[in-house]
């Protein structure tokens, strides 16, 4: 399924936890005020950003999972109508810097049941020289390998989703035509039903062998970031209070 993803930075002089708050309290039950906003979505979710394990800084505050109902496409999303346009999006003025924020579409492909409660995302991006068609064949390779060579990490694991960056989709929100600071060609979700759990798979030695694997086709991870993740809507089940 098509999955639109925002990563966003907040506005000039906000803490962060006053961003979250409003993001979470003030700007969500606005969108999800306008029928339009059901017409198109499948289920939305914020992870809040708490932690960075890994890379260098990475100057984000949270990112938006939106997934794409059925029939929809890049193009046909709820940021393309009038509501948006005129009030949703100025909103997000209040919150977030757009100049800086970064939009793009991923192609969700689950390999392992989401449970656990700690969630990382890790984003990747190829090396040089291959394509993202290279990159996203290899990835899923790796991961099958690794699930046969590398058992005990990986019953460390409780949930684990590679997203697949759609070729040609990545923009800066605010300003369209301006080319993005960084490339991602991938995003991987990884769960644990701990910190501790998380801690101890992260710091074995079958991660790093892992990551030995990845370097083959991917540079080192531009980051890893431990999140909270605010479930505010699931069209199976509706909204969360």
Not at 131 to 157: G, I, M
């Amino acid at each position: 399924m098509l999955k639109r993803v925002i990563l966003l930075k907040r506005k000039p002089g906000m803490a962060r936890c006053e961003m979250l708050h409003y993001w979470q309290h003030v700007h969500a039950p606005l969108a999800m005020s306008f029928p339009e906003w059901f017409a198109s979505t499948q289920r939305y979710i914020q992870n809040h950003f708490l932690e960075q394990i890994r890379g260098e800084p990475f100057g984000f505050d949270g990112m938006v999972e939106s997934w794409q109902r059925e029939g929809g496409n890049v193009g046909n999303s709820f940021p393309d109508s009038r509501a948006y346009k005129e009030v949703v999006g100025p909103d997000e003025l209040n919150f977030m810097d757009r100049a800086r924020s970064i939009l793009f579409f991923v192609e969700e492909r689950p390999a392992m049941a989401r449970a656990g409660k700690v969630k990382v995302l890790t984003f990747l991006a190829r090396r040089g020289g291959a394509s993202s068609e290279e990159f996203s064949a290899r990835w899923q390779e790796d991961h099958a390998a690794s699930t046969r060579k590398l058992p005990a990490f990986w019953q460390r694991v409780r949930g684990y989703v590679q997203n697949h960056l759609v070729p040609g989709s990545m923009k800066v929100l605010g300003t369209p035509g301006a080319p993005p600071p960084f490339a991602i060609d991938g995003i991987a979700e990884m769960r644990f039903d701990s910190t501790e759990e998380m801690t101890a798979a992260l710091a074995s030695k079958d991660y790093a062998l892992l990551e030995a694997g990845l370097r083959a086709f991917c540079e080192p991870a531009i980051a890893a970031i431990v999140v909270r993740e605010v479930n505010l809507y699931d069209r199976s089940a509706g909204p969360k209070a």
